[in-house]
């Protein structure tokens, strides 16, 4: 089993969740209005530092990884100006 963090900033955060029920996630935590730091600089949700991020975790079988993965790399890819999306895969030992 892998967990997927997506970490997404922009105009456009309905099209996390889409993605996920396009490819069968029945499972998935959102965090809403998300502050921190990275190479793009701060998103504290403040006149000096604005912008939130959501956060979506998810925990999938091994063979649902790869098709979900593509998707949303196929998304930051696509990503429109001021959009940034992130996402980290680990392993799970256990979970239930």
Known sequence: MRMLVVIYGGPRPELIPG???DHGVIGWTQLSNAHGAG???RR?????????????????????????SAALRDLAGAAVPGERLH??????????
């Open 19 to 21: 993605i996920l029920d």
């Open 39 to 41: 190479r793009s600089g």
């Open 44 to 68: 504290e949700g403040s006149r000096a530092w604005p912008g939130e991020s959501q956060v979506y975790f998810t925990v999938l079988a091994d063979d649902a990884v790869a098709p979900l």
């Open 87 to 96: 996402v980290a895969e680990l392993p799970v030992e256990r979970f239930f």
